[in-house]
């Protein structure tokens, strides 16, 4: 796996292969926990077309609400 890019406390961001892309976000309070989803076609599009920017507010989604992201759990 290629580590694409990271933030210490807030989320990695790496490649698994061509156009497989795994988030692993930092979430909890009191106690931490990874939350790691593989993304969607539209979410690689909006990667594709933003960046990093794109990923940085999507692991700010995942920290808030990980309930919307169950089903692509990696």
């Given amino acids: 796996m290629k580590e694409i890019a990271k933030e210490a406390w807030n989320y990695t961001f ?3 292969g ?4 795994i988030l692993s976000v930092v979430c909890g309070g009191v106690g931490l926990y990874d939350f790691a989803i593989r993304l ?3 979410q690689v599009a909006a990667y594709e ?3 990093i920017p794109y990923i940085s507010r999507l692991a700010e989604q995942v920290r808030h609400d990980q309930s919307p992201f169950n089903a692509q759990k990696a």
């Fill in 18 to 21: 061509p156009g497989d892309y």
């Fill in 40 to 42: 969607t076609a539209p």
């Fill in 49 to 51: 077309h933003e960046g």
């Fill in 14 to 16: 790496s490649e698994r």
